[in-house]
């Protein structure tokens, strides 16, 4: 065991991990930030991603000794400074972008990068780059709408897969 | 997953001598290595991580060639290749998905030699230069079939050297579910001929279409292939597509990719 810190969230945070221990056990053991959430635990589901030093990344599939000093962006920290739903968030429940709400962590994070990079995404763009990111429920459509809502786009005359 | 001691060099001398020891493995972008590792198919008693040496990292041209750092991950090359050598960024950009290809690097997947990966198609579709930390492997002796390559025993990549061609493409047949390749054909034309490599189709890993070379070389068309079929013999077999299937898919694609490329 030793120790691991990273900017979580905009504090800076510790933990005694293992070499196995990796960033998603980190933050949810460690860090008890449970709103990251393991799916597959086999890095094909993207409900567990993050950002680290702004990038989306898989954190089943990562291991905290490497990140050591990193800054990571979870869930937790994309709500607005006053407890309110983030935009992503808000479009997300406005346009019924999930149902069980297991995959949304992931999603919602793997959005923040997108529009990160490309912040007009057509709707052709959006599906590619969720392409690592599983949902059992929705079909998908109404996460797409979302996205675009999010990105300020008109969501309403999306074409049904 | 078995625990190990982790360690994260900062120069390449240093993480060779760690790995002098046969328990010790290299972890690069860890996108097989860790589920690999947490299906305790491989248990290493140390992991030396690549990503923290700043030689392994980078896209740089020289002259004809593009040097690409061992460590460097798949979103930088198809950002930083996409100027010099679009052939092969377009690759690097169609691997799996965004945050796999923000992890998983070039070094990895070449050491890896899966026999469905891309970049080994990029790296024996233009005869790049594999080096290490010891030596210089050309690709057509680099790649020893499934899984396996020339590397021995704690030699790491470091880098690759792409000689840039006058026009190339990649086509990739994908496997939705994995997202590798179920097939793919890399093309690649240089004055001194055209070169064809294909991945996901054979048993014996990524390899030279030779005939397809030939007609390419001299009538660089997909018209060219028309009367062209490859051997289903020794072409993998497996729930996603029969021997038969990949064979055909070998010719569908490589046309793709000459259509593609120009
Ligand atoms: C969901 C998913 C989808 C994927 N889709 C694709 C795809 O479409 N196409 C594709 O090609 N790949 C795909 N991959 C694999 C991905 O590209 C990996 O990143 C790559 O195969 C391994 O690179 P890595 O840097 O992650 O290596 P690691 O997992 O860290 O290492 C892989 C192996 O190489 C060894 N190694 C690592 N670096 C070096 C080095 N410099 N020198 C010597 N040995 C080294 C390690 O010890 C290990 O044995 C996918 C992976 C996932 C999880
Ligand atoms: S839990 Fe990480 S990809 Fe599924
Ligand atoms: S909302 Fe249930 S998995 Fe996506």
Redesign the pocket.
């Known amino acids: 065991m030793s120790k691991v810190t990273m900017t979580v969230n905009g504090r800076e945070r510790s933990a005694e991990v293992e070499g196995r221990t990796l960033l998603s056990g980190f933050l949810r053991e460690g860090l008890e930030l449970t709103g990251t959430h393991v799916g597959c635990d086999t ?2 589901c993207g409900a567990c991603v993050v950002l680290v030093n702004g990038q989306a990344i898989k954190s089943c ?1 990562a291991f905290a000794h490497d990140l050591d000093g990193a800054e990571v962006t979870t869930i937790e920290g994309v709500a607005n400074a006053d407890g309110s739903l983030g935009r992503i968030q808000q479009a997300f429940k406005d346009y019924h972008g999930l149902q069980c709400g297991f995959c949304t962590p992931g999603m919602v994070m793997s959005t923040a990068a997108l529009l990160a990079e490309n912040p007009k995404p057509s709707e052709e763009e959006v599906r590619h780059y969720l392409e ?1 990111n599983i949902c059992r429920c929705t079909g998908y459509q109404n996460i797409v709408r979302a996205v675009m809502a999010a990105s300020g786009q008109e969501a309403g005359a999306l074409a049904a897969e | 997953m078995y625990n190990f001691d982790f360690v994260k060099p900062g120069s390449v001398a240093d993480a060779v001598a760690v790995l002098a020891d046969d328990d010790a ?11 690999s590792m947490k299906a305790r198919l ?1 248990a290493p008693g140390t992991l030396v991580s ?1 990503t923290g040496i700043p030689d ?1 990292v980078g896209v740089c041209r020289e002259s004809d060639t593009l040097v690409i750092g ?2 460097t991950t ?1 979103a930088q090359v198809a950002r930083d290749a996409a100027g010099d050598f679009p052939g092969l960024a377009a690759l690097a950009g ?4 965004p945050a ?1 290809r923000n ?3 070039i ?3 070449l ?2 030699n ?1 026999p ?4 080994p198609a990029a790296a024996l579709g233009t005869g790049a230069t594999i080096v ?1 930390d010891r030596r210089e492997i050309g690709a057509d002796d680099y790649f020893q079939g499934m899984f396996a390559t020339a ?1 021995e025993e704690g ?4 880098s690759v050297r792409f000689p840039i061609p006058q026009a190339s493409a990649y086509a990739k047949f ?1 496997q939705p579910a ?4 179920l097939t793919a054909a890399f093309v690649a034309r240089y004055a001194s001929g055209v070169r064809v490599a294909i991945t996901g189709a054979s048993e014996n890993g990524v390899f030279r279409w030779a005939e397809a070379e030939a007609a390419l070389s001299s009538n660089f068309s997909a018209d060219a292939l028309a009367s062209l079929g490859c051997s289903p013999h020794e072409m993998i077999a497996d729930l996603h597509g029969t021997a038969a299937y990949r064979a055909h898919l070998v010719g569908v694609m490589t046309r793709r990719a000459v259509t593609a490329a120009g």
């Open positions: 890095s094909q599939t690592g | 493995q290299p972890l690069s972008g860890g996108q097989t290595l860790i589920p491989n690549l392994l061992a460590a798949h169609q691997i799996g998905d796999v992890r998983g690097t070094g990895g997947s050491a890896n899966d469905s990966a891309c970049y290490t590397l030699e790491i990549i470091t994908v994995s997202r590798f390749a």
